[in-house]
């Protein structure tokens, strides 16, 4: 999905990237792939094992709440971001539209929002059988959270799976700060 997200947002590939969260770097690599650093990574609530793995893959990890990336108490840097990704991340706050309105203190003005998240009422059901999932939400209701933090939608897409359970989907955003 980062060809499909970069393809609709000219990241200046000298941008400062901050990741939610994307468990093991997934997103970092996939970025780093494509010329981008310097790269920051965020976790939350991730297993040690993927904050291991990033350290190793040389990327600097923070282990914050992901509900409070830009509280005061926090060293993170405001509005330098050119990037901000929140790949599988999104779902496991208790308030996305607080969170969603941190995101947009710590991006620069135009800077750009990758989002993936979930969809409800799929085979996995996210929304009932994961208890960490505490912030699952139709397509409609992403693109109104997004639009309420103050972002301007560029696209949405959904990402449809197969699992042993059956059907799943995710959705993407990408948005940008005025």
Same mark, same amino acid.
């Given at each position: 999905?980062?060809?499909?997200?970069?393809? $609709?947002?000219?990241?200046?590939?000298?941008?400062? !990237?901050?990741?939610?969260?994307?468990?093991?770097?997934? #997103?970092?690599?996939?970025?780093? *792939?494509?010329?981008?650093?310097?790269?920051?990574?965020?976790?939350? &609530?991730?297993?040690?094992? *993927? #904050?291991? @793995?990033?350290?190793?893959?040389?990327?600097?990890?923070?282990? #914050?709440?992901?509900? %409070?990336? =830009?509280?005061?108490?926090?060293? +993170?840097?405001?509005? !330098?971001?050119?990037? !901000?990704?929140?790949?599988?991340?999104?779902? %496991?706050?208790?308030? #996305?539209?607080?969170?969603?309105?941190?995101? %947009?203190?710590?991006?620069?003005?135009?800077?750009?929002?990758?989002?993936?998240?979930? @969809?409800?009422?799929? =085979?996995?059901? %996210?929304?009932?059988? &994961?208890?960490?999932?505490?912030?699952?939400?139709?397509?409609?209701?992403?693109? =109104?959270?997004?639009? $309420?933090?103050?972002? $301007?939608?560029?696209?949405?897409?959904? +990402?449809?799976?197969?699992?042993?359970?059956?059907?799943?989907?995710?959705?993407?955003? @990408?948005?940008?700060?005025?």
């Amino acid at each position: 999905m980062m060809d499909w997200f970069l393809d $609709r947002c000219p990241v200046d590939k000298d941008s400062r !990237v901050l990741d939610l969260g994307s468990g093991s770097g997934v #997103v970092l690599d996939a970025l780093k *792939d494509r010329g981008f650093n310097p790269m920051l990574l965020i976790v939350s &609530n991730l297993l040690y094992e *993927d #904050v291991i @793995a990033c350290k190793q893959k040389g990327y600097q990890c923070w282990i #914050v709440d992901i509900n %409070h990336i =830009a509280a005061p108490h926090c060293t +993170i840097e405001q509005q !330098v971001y050119g990037l !901000v990704t929140a790949r599988h991340s999104l779902e %496991h706050c208790f308030s #996305v539209d607080f969170v969603l309105a941190q995101i %947009h203190q710590l991006l620069k003005p135009e800077g750009y929002l990758y989002i993936e998240v979930p @969809a409800p009422g799929t =085979a996995a059901h %996210h929304e009932s059988d &994961n208890d960490g999932h505490l912030s699952v939400f139709t397509l409609e209701a992403w693109l =109104a959270k997004i639009k $309420r933090a103050g972002f $301007r939608i560029i696209d949405s897409a959904t +990402i449809h799976l197969e699992l042993a359970c059956g059907p799943d989907q995710y959705y993407a955003f @990408a948005a940008q700060k005025p």
